[in-house]
């Protein structure tokens, strides 16, 4: 079964991340501008999941939600109909709910619009000490 993780990183957090997972293809999708506050969106680098069983994304969260350029990367799929789908976010907010989870739950939302399984999801907060646990505890699923 091939695995991949796909995924965004503005400030390097997410990809630092991305990194610890050795089992898997590391796919970066890349955009014409990190600015959080575009509004059109142009991606420059857009990997493909065809080939793809298991797939995890992940991005930073951007005003609460997840950043635009994954939201833009996912809704341009076709389908994710039969993958097995994991996502995680990292963001710098005190607590998930401020934009952690919410991040999360719309990526959930896409991803089973397309078809795909969402098995797990988990919000990584950079200021936390439990940090490091909560990326080791997500490590240990693959």
């Known amino acids: 079964m091939?695995?991949?993780?796909i995924y965004y990183s503005k400030t390097g957090h997410t990809e630092s991340v991305a990194q610890k997972f050795e089992n898997m293809d590391l796919l970066k999708i890349e955009s014409s501008s990190d600015d959080p506050n575009?509004?059109?969106i142009e991606l420059t680098k857009k990997p493909d999941v065809k080939d793809i069983q298991h797939i995890i994304f992940a991005c930073p969260v951007h005003g609460f939600q997840a950043c635009k350029v994954m939201v833009?990367?996912?809704n341009s799929l076709d389908s994710l109909q039969g993958?097995?789908?994991d996502?995680?976010?990292?963001h710098h907010f005190r607590f998930s709910w401020l934009g952690g989870l919410q991040a999360l739950k719309?990526?959930?939302k896409i991803i089973e619009s397309l078809g795909g399984k969402v098995r797990y999801q988990t919000s990584i907060n950079w200021k936390s000490h439990?940090?490091?646990r909560d990326i080791d505890q997500m490590i240990e699923l693959y």
């Open 2 to 5: 091939k695995k991949a993780l």
């Open 38 to 40: 575009q509004k059109k």
């Open 72 to 74: 833009e990367y996912l």
């Open 83 to 85: 993958k097995t789908i």
């Open 87 to 90: 996502t995680f976010v990292t």
């Open 106 to 108: 719309q990526m959930r």
């Open 130 to 132: 439990q940090r490091v």
